[in-house]
């Protein structure tokens, strides 16, 4: 629904009573002084009208309405001074356009900006949130890019100082902004970690994430073509991705397999390195404890590994759920399949391990250990390089190489293909997708098919971000979970398939 407002003609009060439908939006509540309303996490926000009546000329429509209250209130945003906003953009052609129209707009409404030129996604969290955080007790580090190198470095050196060099680390670049990247945080490790780029075509036109890059390597389970002659036998390399917010990790086994080391196995280390960690402190504090949270994507066998050692939540695709999802444990550690994931430290976490006196010194080497994880890993969002370093600094701990970290469990052969259909947005879900509410029918058929294989599981989901259906299948050997996929794959296109681009016998 589109609205136009004029502060002039309507007043704030009534604008919300005639949109703030309590029906429709049982969480929010007209009061006599403004709106009250309660986030999907149960925190109360409450905006007096005197604040809609000053920022909400331009909302839309009811969703912008409460969004832009909730941030406004929640953020404690000073909406009396002009936005402050920080921006930067990949290596594409078109980002020199898109900048040039984006800071026309902040022209436009007053707005100052910052601009960061060149640069990953993660380093632009980074940065915001160290403005944010500016001069408060929670204050997050030094908002420039040299910062978040020198921050994520100095924790890096001080975690491997008295561990064996790593050797050295191929890594593709997916042919995007992760290569300039890569090149800086080479220079602030000196010697600690010898860094090999590939993939670093970044003035290439077509040549960002094309046969390289997290996502080719997950999907198509096999290495970028570029490392074939590169990668020797148990040597383990990685993917980023192309804005350099994911990373996957592989190796060729001795009989010359290619082994995925994906998210999940990244949240593996990561969190048993953790749990080793505070074990190792002494702590005594039932509330300094780590959780997981995956998607319906996570392996059967990581959840299943996961699930008999720490609390698991299973959450929605898409990694704003996962972060809000990992904030609520004391300690978060969130990964999607495809490689994108952190780990987070609660705020009472923190206190309670600075806190923490320790009693011997091999206490206290784990307290610092586990405060030089805190900074090493960005907690802003997912960030292949600081992930990247993670698992360099947990595999140096534990004396690991890839055969020993892939050994932890032994991934479910899997298959994710995707199919066109008429209207995606007929297919609902519910239990964080891993079910169909519509079509009618459809989950029955898919859990018919699904029992007929040994530890078979698959889901239907629609795509957030492609016009796409995909369908996600795994069962004990690869043959069968190629059928399972394939067979699910079909249900979809015989009931809602609308586009012969996709038929069955072309599912990729
Ligand atoms: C199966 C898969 O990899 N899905 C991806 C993909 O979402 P879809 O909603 O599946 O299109 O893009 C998201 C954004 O990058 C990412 O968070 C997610 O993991």
């Known amino acids: ?45 409450e905006a007096s009208w005197e604040t809609y009546a000053t920022n909400l000329a331009n909302a839309e429509t009811t969703d912008d309405f409460i969004a832009v209250i909730e941030v406004i209130v929640k953020e404690h945003i000073r909406i009396d001074q002009p936005a402050n906003v920080v921006y930067a953009r990949d290596t594409r052609p078109s980002g ?68 064996a060099k790593p050797p050295p680390l191929l890594v593709d670049c997916a042919n995007g902004v992760g290569s300039i990247a890569l090149k800086k945080l080479g220079e602030y490790l000196g010697p600690t970690l010898d860094l090999i780029p590939a993939n670093t075509s970044i003035n290439t036109r077509g040549a960002l994430n094309h046969l390289c890059g997290a996502d080719f390597v997950k999907t198509n389970q096999r290495l970028p073509p570029s490392l074939v002659n590169e990668l020797k036998p148990n ?74 050692r720490l609390p698991v939540k299973c959450v929605p695709t898409g990694v704003k759920y996962l972060h809000h999802a990992a904030e609520r444990f ?13 780990v987070l430290f609660s705020p009472s976490t923190l206190e309670a391990l600075k806190a923490y006196q320790p009693n011997t010194p091999a206490q206290a ?57 008429r ?40 795509s957030g971000t492609e016009d796409v259906v995909r369908v996600y299948a795994e069962a004990t050997d690869r043959a069968h979970a190629d059928e399972l996929a394939f067979k699910i794959a079909g249900i979809v296109y015989d009931d809602a398939g609308g586009d012969q681009r996709t038929r069955p016998k072309e599912f990729i």
């Not at 204050?139 to 470095?153: H, L, N, R, V």
């Not at 932890?408 to 052969?413: A, E, F, I, N, V």
């Not at 997708?433 to 629609?462: I, N």
């Open 1 to 45: 629904m589109l609205v136009s407002w004029s502060p002039r003609l309507i007043t704030p009060k009534t604008f919300v009573f005639l949109l703030v439908n309590p029906a429709s939006r049982p969480n929010a509540s007209i009061q006599d002084n403004g709106v009250k309303l309660v986030d999907p996490r149960g925190d109360m926000l």
């Open 96 to 163: 020199t356009h898109l900048v040039a129209a984006f800071q026309d707009g902040l022209l436009a409404i007053g707005a100052h900006g910052r601009d960061e030129g060149i640069t990953t996604t993660p380093i632009l969290h980074y940065l915001v949130r160290c403005i944010n955080t500016k001069g408060t007790n929670e204050a997050y580090g030094e908002d420039s890019i040299d910062g978040y190198f020198k921050k994520m470095t100095t924790a890096f050196k001080k975690l491997v100082a008295k561990k």
């Open 235 to 308: 040597q383990w390399a990685c993917s980023l991705d192309g804005d350099a917010d994911r990373v996957i990790y592989y190796y060729i086994d001795d009989r010359g397999n290619f082994r995925l080391l994906d998210g999940d196995k990244i949240a593996a280390l990561v969190a048993g390195f953790i749990v080793d960690l505070i074990k190792g402190t002494g702590i005594d504090n039932k509330e300094v404890y780590v959780g997981i949270v995956q998607t319906a994507y996570a392996n059967g066998h990581s959840t299943a590994y996961l699930k008999k």
């Open 330 to 342: 004391p300690i978060g550690v969130y990964f999607e399949a495809n490689g994108h994931g952190t």
């Open 365 to 421: 080497t784990c307290l610092n250990y586990l405060m030089d994880v805190t900074n090493l890993v960005n907690q802003t969002v997912g960030d292949a390089l600081s992930d990247m370093l993670l698992v360099e600094a947990v595999l140096a701990h534990k004396s690991y190489g890839a055969f020993e970290w892939d050994s932890t469990y032994t991934d479910l052969p899997n298959r994710l293909v995707k199919v066109a259909v």
């Open 423 to 462: 209207n995606r947005a007929e297919f609902r879900t519910e239990d964080a997708e891993r079910r169909l509410v519509t079509p009618w029918g459809m989950q029955a058929r898919v859990d018919e098919t699904v029992r007929k294989y040994d530890e078979g599981r698959s889901f239907v989901r629609p």
